[in-house]
Every structure is written in structure tokens, then in C-alpha cells.
């Protein structure tokens, strides 16, 4: 198995407003020396809150946001550090689906174009050429030939998903972003896609970024799992491995607090381990662990000093006192 | 026994472009004093608009109250005068929204707008109601509510707002309160603390619950009994456990598998082919007719009705004729 994507210490920062004329310019770490690794064929799910700094991660890794740290290997090159000239020669290899195909789409045009449009960017292949491989996408994404040349707003939201995954491999990318892909979708819709995205990986051998909020979309669909918490990963494990024995507290907290069919009411279901607050502000992140004033085990020195992601057992894990729920 | 809250045969129509369309063909609903009723269905299905009749709160026009009733423990809602609606909602009925920014004002402090809701409904003076608003506050857990109470709603996290909406909701004690989607804008953890915390309010207060929702994950750990809604029609209504374990209508059958669900192993997930009908396009038939692998002539010509003639009640044809 070889390695698609190497990501190391990634870091992404944004300026906020000066308070103030002369105060010190505030900075906000989205991203704070984020590394993973993907391989090929994989996928690798980005679970965590609103705000954790999963799309940063995702658009720093694709060079869509400005990193201001790290390197991203992509099959060995750091796409960091090549020159605009040199990363335009790897955007087919790199594609984009996001959560909202109703404005990710360009309503004025007809569906047929949208999809050949990153061949007529890029100059692939002659014109007949880009033709026949839109008709083979669409077929492939499950839509019909005498739809190509409807409008976006002539398709359900799952439809429009379909455009735009159609859309993102004209390219024939090894590496699919994809960005909450079903959240915007209702539940039947979701498993449509899911499906689509499933078949794509194993027909074609793509390998996914696949960033949800969702932890039941992300175990259907990943190899690998990272759970994002303020700007960092604080555990990265295989799938069986982060769901079946999650380590870290929080991504014991996001388990307990998601919604299973496996909990009923009728059996007296009463969550176990609850935690309360919200995340802290990324502007001044706490100087140990960002998670120990939320965290049910926090001791002294979690709140002084920041764990580091560390080998143990079948994954990595960032916490001082790692181990299971009940431990 | 008599519900305490019994919508029967309701009947909700609006008048759009393409004419007058169905939204509610006769949706029948109870929920009893302590309990939990789960309202479950894809986007568009009535769910909102069964919340909104409820409350008095259908935009008339373009909606009417074509037919059927609410009742209230025994009292009429359908029809009812404005000024009682008035009164008894947030009094005896109260609604929590998905977006509680958009039922906020967000020009005065959150104990303010609290405190206001009290004295609709209570004779009691402005600063009595403003001691009261901060221990509701403190009641729903948010920290410092003494500081808290000041602020605007901007000031607070989605999650603040939607307890800053729960403590108005419950400043009355209902006896209904229904919340519509409360928590699809948050995070999973404060999803959680929001389900634990109406879970809380109902073991303290005893409110019968109408919690809306399109997650069947949500509907196992909170709903007590479901109703599955599709196309402006309960399809299937029964114990949470029986929708759940024994799904009868193939829309609820396929609810249930399409989820990729945590605590359940790994399956293909099944699909619902096609989407929900509009409205308009809706025909004398079943509304699932054409997403269904079961429909033969007669799902076509007839609706089926809600009745008992599998596992629990449901709407189907299929069940109906024991082919599946
Ligand atoms: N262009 C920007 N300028 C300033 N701050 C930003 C910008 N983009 C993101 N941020 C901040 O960076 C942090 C991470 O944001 P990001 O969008 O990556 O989170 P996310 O995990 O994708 O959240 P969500 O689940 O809400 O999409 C947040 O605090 C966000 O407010
Ligand atoms: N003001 C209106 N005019 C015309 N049709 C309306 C109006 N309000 C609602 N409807 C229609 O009534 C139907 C039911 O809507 P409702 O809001 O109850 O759906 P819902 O089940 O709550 O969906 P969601 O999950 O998206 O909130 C929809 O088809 C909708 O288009
Ligand atoms: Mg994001
Ligand atoms: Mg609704």
C-alpha cells in the first residue's frame, strides 16, 4: 500500500481585527500542527464540532487556503512549496465536493457545461473527447443523458449532489475532498449518495478527505477516522479501532452524545457520560489541553500542558490520561 | 382515557401558484400528559405545519384549516378566537424552533424577553419576573445566570440560545411543548445536553413532548410512541420500539435502514429511490406509490388509510393484503 497524501504539521492561521489602533494584531490558530497520513484507495474521515477546523484542515492540505506551517506530500511532492505553475499541474489530481449543491452550482448553466467545465479550464483532451466524458459521468453518477442539458434548478438536492461529484472527477482526481457531502440531504437521499461515493471508491480507487459532523455517515464511508478539537487532531485511529475503543475523552464524549438507534427510551436510556459547555475560543486557546474544562477526567496537569499526539495501542492519541470510558 | 392533546383528521391547505394544494390530508395525532411523542419524515412531509396549526400559527392565507379538529383537553383549538390562542399559547401549549435566533429579538437582553414571557401569562411584577427568568436560566444550565441574563442574544453560542428559548418555553409550565427540529443547528455534545435537559424538564414539569425530528437515532433515545409522516399523511403511528423493530410501511422500513446508524454493524444501505412528490403532483393514489417496490394497480387508484392489519397500525396497501 502506498501513501497518497502526507500531511505534517500543518498550520493555518487568520489574522482577526486589531483591537484597538495600536493594539497587537490578534491571530486565530484554526489549524494547529495538524499530521496525518492518507494511503491509497482510503478514506479518511474529519469528525468534530462546528469550528474545529476540519474545512481549514482539508483546504490547507489542497492548498485552497494559505498554510502558514508545514508540509503536504502529495505522492512525495510538498504541494507547499511548488511554485503556482508547478501546483496546476496537480489540480486534476485534487477535487472538491461540498455540503450545499444547490450554491455550489452555477444556476444560469446547463448541467452538461458545468460538469465539462474543469476539462475546458484545465485544456483536457478535444472536444469530442471532454463530450463523450461527460456522458460517461453522468451515466456513472446514476443521472440520465437526456438530463444534460436541464438547469441546476430542474434537479433535487440529491440530484445536485450528483452533478456536482460528476462534476469533480472529469478530471480523473486520485483525491476527492469531500465537505459535509450529505448534511444539506434528507435521510433517504443521504444513502443514495453514500452508496454512489462507496461504489466510486472501489470502482475507481479514489481516496477521500471526507469531513462530517455526522459519526454514522463517517463509519459507513471511512478506512481511518481524526477527531478534530480546536484546531488539532486528538485522536486518529482505523475505524474499528476509534469506534469500538476510542481513547480520548471527547471522542468518547462524541460517541456517548450521538444519536443510535442501539439507545431506546423503553430500556431507560440514560446518557452516561455528559459533557457540558462549549468549546473554547480559538483566539486564546487555554495553554493545556484544550478540552480540560470540558473534560470529566481533567487533572492539574492537563490544564498546564498540552498532550502530544502520540502512538498507543492501534492509533494516536493527544491525552494525558488516555484509556477507556469507564477507566 | 382521553388524550391530553388529540388532533383528528386535520386538514391543512394552502393556496399557491400551481392552486390550492393539501399540506395535512388528514393527520390524526395524540400525546398524553408525561410522554413523548416522535414526529418523523423527510423535508416537506407537514411536520412543521401540524406544529404550526397546533399553536394557532398557520399564515392564513395562504393556509387554511380545511377540516378536522384540535383539541386540548377537551377544548376546540380549530376555530378557537384569536385572543384565546393567545392565551393559552406559551401558557398551556409552548413551541421551541430549530433556528432560536429567529424567534429571539435581538434588541433586548435574553432575561428581559424571558421575564416579558412570564408576565404575559402571570400576574406578577417586572421584578419578581426577572428573579424568576434568571433561575430558569440557572434551571436549564446555563452558567452564571445572574450575568448571562443581561446579555443580547448575539452574545451567547447556539446552544445558550436554544436553552435561552427552552427556559422561555417552559416559564409557564405547559402542559404541550413542542420542539420543532431544536437541535439540527448544533453539535452533537450540545444536541445531547439539549435532549437530556427537555428530557429533565418533562420528569420535573410532566409536559407531554411533540419532539419533531428526521433522525431516527433521536427518536429511539427520546420518543416514548412515533408517528411517521409522509407527504402530508401519518403513515404508520405506534410504541417507539415497534416503529423501530418492526417497521410495517416500506417508507418507514426504509427510513430506518437508509441511516447509517452507530450501534448498528456495517450494511449496504438501502435506498430510497426518487424523492417525495411535490404537493401539486400528488394523485389519487398512494403518495410512495412510485419510490415503492411493492405498489401493484390498486396503490395506484387508492389511498391506503391508517389501520391495524400487520404488526401496528400503518398506511399501506402491501401491508393491508399481507404481501409483505
Ligand atoms: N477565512 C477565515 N477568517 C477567519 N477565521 C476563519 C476563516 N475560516 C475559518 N475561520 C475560523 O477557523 C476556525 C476553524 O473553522 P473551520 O471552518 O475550519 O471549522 P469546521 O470544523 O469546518 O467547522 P464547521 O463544522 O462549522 O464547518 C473557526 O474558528 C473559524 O471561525
Ligand atoms: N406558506 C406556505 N405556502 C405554501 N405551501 C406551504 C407553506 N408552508 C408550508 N407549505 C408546504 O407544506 C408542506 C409541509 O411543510 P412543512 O414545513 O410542514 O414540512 P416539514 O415536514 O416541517 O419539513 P422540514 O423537515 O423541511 O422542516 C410542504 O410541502 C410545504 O411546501
Ligand atoms: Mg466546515
Ligand atoms: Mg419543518
Given at each position: 500500500m502506498s501513501t497518497l497524501l502526507d500531511v505534517r504539521d500543518l498550520t493555518v492561521r487568520f489574522a482577526m481585527p486589531r483591537k484597538?489602533?495600536?493594539g497587537p494584531r490578534p491571530w486565530l490558530e484554526?489549524?494547529?500542527?495538524v499530521s496525518f497520513s492518507l494511503e491509497k484507495g482510503h478514506a479518511l474521515g474529519i469528525v468534530g464540532e462546528?469550528?474545529?477546523?476540519k474545512t481549514t484542515t482539508a483546504m490547507a492540505a489542497i492548498r485552497l487556503t494559505e498554510a502558514a506551517g508545514g508540509q503536504v506530500l502529495f505522492e512525495g511532492d510538498d504541494l507547499l512549496s511548488l511554485s503556482d505553475e508547478q501546483m496546476r499541474a496537480h489540480r486534476r489530481d485534487v477535487q472538491l465536493i461540498f455540503q450545499d449543491p444547490y450554491s455550489s452550482?452555477?444556476?444560469?448553466?446547463r448541467v452538461a457545461d458545468i460538469v465539462r467545465e474543469p476539462l475546458d479550464l484545465m485544456d483536457i483532451g478535444t472536444p469530442d473527447d471532454r463530450r463523450a466524458r461527460v456522458e460517461e459521468l453522468f451515466k456513472l453518477v446514476g443521472?440520465?443523458?437526456?438530463?444534460?442539458?436541464?438547469?441546476?434548478?430542474?434537479?433535487?438536492g440529491g440530484q445536485r449532489q450528483r452533478i456536482s461529484i460528476a462534476r469533480a472527477l472529469t478530471t480523473n482526481p486520485k483525491l476527492l475532498v469531500c465537505d459535509?457531502?450529505?448534511?444539506?440531504?434528507?435521510v433517504a437521499i443521504q444513502a443514495q449518495i453514500l452508496n454512489l461515493l462507496a461504489k466510486l471508491k472501489s470502482e475507481l480507487g479514489l481516496s477521500y478527505l471526507f469531513i462530517s459532523h455526522d459519526l454514522g455517515v463517517v463509519r459507513h464511508v471511512c478506512d481511518d477516522v481524526a477527531v478534530m478539537y480546536l484546531g488539532q487532531i486528538v485522536e486518529h485511529a482505523s475505524r474499528t479501532a476509534l469506534f469500538?475503543?476510542?481513547?480520548h475523552p471527547y471522542t468518547q464524549a462524541l460517541l456517548s452524545a450521538a444519536p443510535s438507534l442501539a439507545r431506546r427510551k423503553s430500556k431507560g436510556?440514560?446518557?452516561?457520560l455528559k459533557i457540558s459547555g462549549d468549546p473554547p475560543s480559538?483566539?486564546?486557546?487555554?495553554?493545556?489541553?484544550?478540552f480540560a474544562e470540558r473534560?470529566?477526567?481533567?487533572?492539574d496537569i492537563c490544564r498546564k500542558t498540552p498532550p502530544v499526539l502520540e502512538d498507543r495501542g492501534p492509533g494516536r492519541v493527544a491525552c494525558h490520561v488516555p484509556g477507556p470510558a469507564d477507566a | 382515557m382521553s388524550a391530553l392533546l388529540a388532533i383528528e383528521d386535520l386538514r391543512v391547505t394552502f393556496n399557491t401558484r400551481y392552486g390550492q394544494v393539501t399540506a395535512l390530508d388528514g393527520v390524526s395525532l395524540h400525546v398524553n400528559a408525561g410522554e413523548t411523542l416522535g414526529v418523523v419524515g423527510e423535508s416537506g412531509c407537514g411536520k412543521s405545519i401540524t406544529a404550526l396549526a397546533t399553536m394557532g400559527?398557520?399564515?392564513?392565507?395562504?393556509?387554511?384549516?380545511?377540516g378536522g379538529s384540535i383539541r386540548l383537553e377537551g377544548e376546540e383549538?380549530?376555530?378557537?378566537?384569536p385572543a384565546r390562542m393567545r392565551g393559552l399559547r406559551g401558557a398551556d401549549i409552548a413551541m421551541i424552533f430549530q433556528e432560536p435566533m429567529t424567534s429571539l429579538?435581538?434588541?433586548?437582553?435574553v432575561g428581559a424577553q424571558i421575564a416579558e414571557a412570564i408576565m404575559l401569562h402571570q400576574k406578577v411584577s417586572p421584578d419578581q419576573a426577572f428573579k424568576d427568568a434568571i433561575a430558569l436560566l440557572d434551571r436549564v444550565g446555563i452558567p452564571s445566570p445572574d450575568a448571562r441574563a443581561?446579555?443580547?442574544?448575539?452574545?451567547?453560542?447556539g446552544g445558550m440560545r436554544q436553552r435561552v428559548m427552552i427556559a422561555m418555553a417552559v416559564s409557564c409550565r405547559p402542559k404541550v411543548l413542542i420542539a420543532d427540529e431544536?437541535?439540527?443547528?448544533?453539535?452533537v455534545t450540545v444536541q445531547a445536553q439539549i435532549f437530556d435537559l427537555l428530557n429533565e424538564i418533562q420528569r420535573d414539569f410532566g409536559a407531554a413532548i411533540i419532539l419533531i425530528t428526521h433522525d431516527m437515532g433521536a427518536i429511539s433515545e427520546m420518543a416514548d410512541r412515533v408517528a411517521v409522516m409522509y407527504a402530508g399523511r401519518v403513515i404508520e403511528e405506534a410504541q417507539a420500539d415497534d416503529v423501530l423493530d418492526f417497521p410495517q410501511h416500506p417508507y418507514a422500513r426504509g427510513l430506518i435502514d437508509c441511516i447509517p446508524a452507530l450501534g448498528r454493524e456495517d450494511h449496504a444501505l438501502r435506498e430510497i429511490p426518487g424523492v417525495v412528490p411535490p404537493l401539486h403532483l400528488?394523485?389519487?393514489?398512494?403518495?410512495f406509490a412510485d419510490r415503492c417496490?411493492?405498489?401493484?394497480a390498486r396503490c395506484k387508484t387508492e389511498k391506503p388509510l391508517?389501520?391495524?392489519?400487520?404488526?401496528h397500525p400503518a398506511a399501506c396497501h402491501a401491508v393491508e393484503e399481507g404481501r409483505i
Open positions: 484597538g489602533l495600536f484554526a489549524v494547529r500542527k462546528s469550528g474545529s477546523g452550482l452555477n444556476p444560469r448553466a443521472l440520465r443523458p437526456d438530463q444534460l442539458n436541464l438547469f441546476p434548478h430542474q434537479f433535487s459535509e457531502p450529505v448534511s444539506a440531504l434528507d469500538e475503543s476510542p481513547q436510556y440514560v446518557r452516561p480559538p483566539i486564546n486557546p487555554p495553554p493545556g489541553c484544550a473534560c470529566p477526567r481533567a487533572r | 400559527l398557520i399564515p392564513m392565507p395562504p393556509g387554511r384549516i380545511a383549538l380549530v376555530g378557537a378566537a429579538n435581538p434588541v433586548f437582553t443581561r446579555d443580547y442574544p448575539h452574545q451567547l453560542s431544536p437541535t439540527t443547528a448544533l453539535d400528488l394523485g389519487a393514489g398512494c403518495a417496490e411493492h405498489t401493484n391508517l389501520a391495524a392489519h400487520g404488526h
